[in-house]
């Protein structure tokens, strides 16, 4: 089908829709809801996205055509979170061949980055790097949504941005969760924005069900559906990107968007007890990260301690603290580093750190490397799942890391760049600092599980370094404690983290029952009490594929805007 014939069915599908009354949704949008399809899904976090990716497997497109139609259409739906002016990682299985591949388009940092490139900015250097010109990184997401599209796609660019497109120009009408963001980064936006733009309303934050239109993006993808990513990367949006970047103080040139490319990788792989992990390697950490975490948490009693008990959390805290020394010291981007993963990723090595962690308290100190955390604490970017008829699965994570990013967005575009250049690591000596071409290691770990052979979980979350917690206690809480999808995505999460040696607290959403957020008190842990469903600690898509192969659930986290559909 032509790509104006298909955006003609989306106009018709989507445009008139509110996207809370376009699918089926539990009345209570944190209560357990699985999305059930027999044939296919999509998750998201936006009903619109999901309808997107929907419709593209109903038109007969395959999973990766439904992915980057769903991924396109958050760039319009959900734009706070990600979009063309920034970066990602995907997994692709595909069933009939029995292959999965990873394509890595993480975002790079422009040719004239150096590691002292922050640190010399002195007091100012946090807001260079999260609301200037120097914190964008080349975005890399038209040049991995075409890579995928090319070699395992049967639809073309023009095709998946026909939903994206329709969103843009047709508007919607805005979710609390939108409105929120918005008002919480207005000042940056009020900063950064060119007058006119569609991202804030005549100049003032956006309310919970306004209209939301965009038409500078809808022109945007329109142009390059026509022309191609090289318009993006070499013609009249890069000339746009660099003027906008130079103009609030980057050092991005033609020739950084120019030259940049996308790559395809072999996945991470890891094992938790009879089931296979196959992830995004680095300098995606989320999924290297998970892996060494469940090698630790394999060899304790989980089932006997209980899901979230005092026990439970404090060892799983205190393991997380010593993944956290690991990441410090070792992991930054393996084109320019050499990062010893098989060592991270063996059980000897989780066996190691496990009896290192005390039952009855704290470690005093997390043996670390000597260099700042980079990537910060946020809960930004976004996350989708696609399975289509044949048994293809896509798990795509996407981001321009803050919220709404820099707040950048170039003249007449509708879209906005990314703050990446801000995952680096403050140290100029870290094996994470700033570099020409560097891409900066990020938590993102789009994954998918197999079991006798047979894919049955794909998974994924925002939020930042709490990203493989959050995965790993969704894991624990299908395999180990028996339940359904949606029930683990929405149960209540914990996290923690080391820097520097030293601990941080252990957050806890406030559905933590009181005398376990005692008992870990007494223990010496310092807690952290944060709202009841907390959008710190992500907000998770999954699709599960039950054993008779017969069902398929979708969950979707209620901690953003989180929907699935199926058929």
Same mark, same amino acid.
């Given at each position: 089908?032509?790509?104006?014939?298909?955006?003609?069915?989306?106009?018709?599908?989507?445009?008139?829709?509110?996207?809370?009354?376009?699918?089926?949704?539990?009345?209570?949008?944190?209560?357990?809801?699985?999305?059930?399809?027999?044939?296919?899904?999509?998750?998201?976090?936006?009903?619109?996205?999901?309808?997107?990716?929907?419709?593209?497997?109903?038109?007969?497109?395959?999973?990766?055509?439904?992915?980057?139609?769903?991924?396109?259409?958050?760039?319009?739906?959900?734009?706070?979170?990600?979009?063309?002016?920034?970066?990602?990682?995907?997994?692709?299985?595909?069933?009939?061949?029995?292959?999965?591949?990873?394509?890595?388009?993480?975002?790079?940092?422009?040719?004239?980055?150096?590691?002292?490139?922050?640190?010399?900015?002195?007091?100012?250097?946090?807001?260079?790097?999260?609301?200037?010109?120097?914190?964008?990184?080349?975005?890399?997401?038209?040049?991995?949504?075409?890579?995928?599209?090319?070699?395992?796609?049967?639809?073309?660019?023009?095709?998946?941005?026909?939903?994206?497109?329709?969103?843009?120009?047709?508007?919607?009408?805005?979710?609390?969760?939108?409105?929120?963001?918005?008002?919480?980064?207005?000042?940056?936006?009020?900063?950064?924005?060119?007058?006119?733009?569609?991202?804030?309303?005549?100049?003032?934050?956006?309310?919970?069900?306004?209209?939301?239109?965009?038409?500078?993006?809808?022109?945007?993808?329109?142009?390059?559906?026509?022309?191609?990513?090289?318009?993006?990367?070499?013609?009249?949006?890069?000339?746009?990107? %660099? !003027?906008?970047?130079?103009?609030? $103080?980057?050092?991005? =040139? +033609?020739?950084?968007?120019?030259?940049?490319?996308?790559? @395809?990788?072999?996945?991470?792989?890891?094992?938790?007890?009879?089931?296979?992990?196959?992830?995004?390697?680095?300098?995606?950490?989320?999924?290297?990260?998970?892996?060494?975490?469940?090698?630790?948490?394999?060899?304790?009693?989980?089932?006997?301690?209980?899901?979230?008990?005092?026990?439970?959390?404090?060892?799983?805290?205190?393991?997380?603290?010593?993944?956290?020394?690991?990441?410090?010291?070792?992991?930054?981007?393996?084109?320019?580093?050499?990062?010893?993963?098989?060592?991270?990723?063996?059980?000897?090595?989780?066996?190691?750190?496990?009896?290192?962690?005390?039952?009855?308290?704290?470690?005093?100190?997390? %043996? !670390?490397?000597?260099?700042?955390? $980079?990537?910060?604490? =946020? +809960?930004?970017?976004?996350?989708?799942?696609?399975?289509? @008829?044949?048994?293809?699965?896509?798990?795509?994570?996407?981001?321009?890391?803050?919220?709404?990013?820099?707040?950048?967005?170039?003249?007449?575009?509708?879209?906005?760049?990314?703050?990446?250049?801000?995952?680096?690591?403050?140290?100029?000596?870290?094996?994470?600092?700033?570099?020409?071409?560097?891409?900066?290691?990020?938590?993102?770990?789009?994954?998918?599980?197999?079991?006798?052979?047979?894919?049955?979980?794909?998974?994924?979350?925002?939020?930042?370094?709490?990203?493989?917690?959050?995965?790993?206690?969704?894991?624990?809480?299908?395999?180990?404690?028996?339940?359904?999808?949606?029930?683990?995505?929405?149960?209540?999460?914990?996290?923690?983290?080391?820097?520097?040696?030293?601990?941080?607290?252990?957050?806890?959403?406030?559905?933590?029952?009181?005398?376990?957020?005692?008992?870990?008190?007494?223990?010496?842990?310092?807690?952290?009490?944060?709202?009841?469903?907390?959008?710190?600690?992500?907000?998770?898509?999954?699709?599960?594929?039950?054993?008779?192969?017969?069902?398929?659930?979708?969950?979707?986290?209620?901690?953003?805007?989180?929907?699935?559909?199926?058929?």
């Amino acid at each position: 089908m032509a790509g104006g014939a298909l955006g003609a069915a989306f106009l018709l599908a989507l445009c008139s829709l509110r996207p809370e009354a376009s699918l089926p949704q539990p009345a209570d949008r944190h209560s357990p809801h699985n999305y059930i399809g027999r044939r296919a899904m999509v998750v998201a976090a936006h009903p619109l996205a999901v309808q997107a990716g929907l419709e593209m497997l109903r038109q007969g497109g395959n999973a990766v055509d439904g992915a980057i139609a769903a991924a396109a259409a958050l760039n319009s739906a959900e734009p706070f979170a990600s979009g063309i002016g920034g970066g990602g990682f995907m997994v692709i299985h595909r069933a009939r061949e029995k292959k999965t591949t990873v394509i890595n388009f993480r975002e790079k940092a422009p040719r004239l980055a150096s590691p002292r490139m922050f640190k010399d900015k002195g007091e100012e250097e946090k807001e260079w790097r999260t609301s200037s010109g120097l914190g964008v990184a080349v975005p890399g997401a038209l040049a991995g949504w075409d890579l995928a599209l090319r070699k395992y796609g049967t639809r073309t660019l023009a095709q998946a941005l026909a939903g994206a497109i329709a969103i843009a120009e047709g508007g919607f009408d805005l979710s609390p969760t939108f409105s929120t963001i918005n008002k919480d980064e207005y000042e940056r936006l009020l900063k950064n924005l060119p007058e006119g733009s569609a991202y804030l309303n005549e100049g003032l934050p956006y309310e919970p069900g306004d209209r939301f239109h965009n038409p500078d993006l809808a022109g945007t993808l329109r142009l390059i559906a026509a022309r191609g990513i090289k318009e993006f990367y070499q013609g009249e949006i890069a000339a746009k990107i %660099v !003027a906008a970047v130079r103009e609030k $103080g980057g050092i991005m =040139t +033609a020739e950084d968007l120019a030259s940049y490319s996308a790559v @395809e990788l072999e996945p991470l792989r890891g094992t938790y007890k009879d089931m296979t992990i196959l992830t995004a390697p680095p300098p995606a950490s989320g999924g290297l990260h998970l892996i060494e975490f469940l090698n630790i948490i394999e060899g304790w009693p989980v089932r006997k301690w209980g899901r979230n008990s005092a026990a439970y959390v404090h060892h799983l805290s205190e393991a997380l603290r010593l993944v956290f020394a690991d990441r410090e010291r070792y992991v930054g981007d393996p084109d320019f580093v050499s990062i010893p993963v098989d060592r991270l990723i063996s059980k000897e090595h989780a066996a190691a750190l496990a009896a290192r962690i005390r039952a009855d308290g704290p470690l005093d100190r997390y %043996v !670390a490397g000597e260099h700042a955390r $980079g990537e910060k604490d =946020t +809960a930004n970017t976004t996350h989708l799942c696609v399975l289509d @008829e044949d048994g293809n699965i896509v798990a795509l994570t996407q981001s321009i890391n803050d919220f709404f990013g820099t707040g950048i967005s170039p003249q007449g575009t509708g879209f906005l760049l990314n703050d990446h250049m801000d995952d680096f690591a403050a140290d100029p000596e870290s094996v994470n600092a700033p570099g020409p071409g560097h891409r900066p290691v990020s938590s993102m770990g789009p994954l998918i599980m197999f079991r006798d052979g047979r894919a049955f979980l794909a998974l994924g979350s925002p939020g930042g370094i709490r990203i493989f917690s959050s995965l790993t206690q969704i894991i624990l809480n299908v395999t180990e404690f028996g339940m359904g999808l949606d029930e683990a995505i929405e149960a209540p999460r914990f996290f923690s983290f080391s820097t520097g040696g030293r601990p941080g607290p252990i957050a806890v959403e406030s559905r933590f029952p009181r005398d376990i957020l005692s008992a870990l008190q007494a223990m010496g842990q310092e807690v952290e009490v944060r709202e009841a469903y907390d959008k710190y600690f992500g907000g998770a898509q999954g699709i599960m594929i039950l054993k008779d192969q017969k069902i398929i659930h979708g969950g979707a986290d209620s901690r953003r805007d989180g929907v699935g559909a199926g058929y």
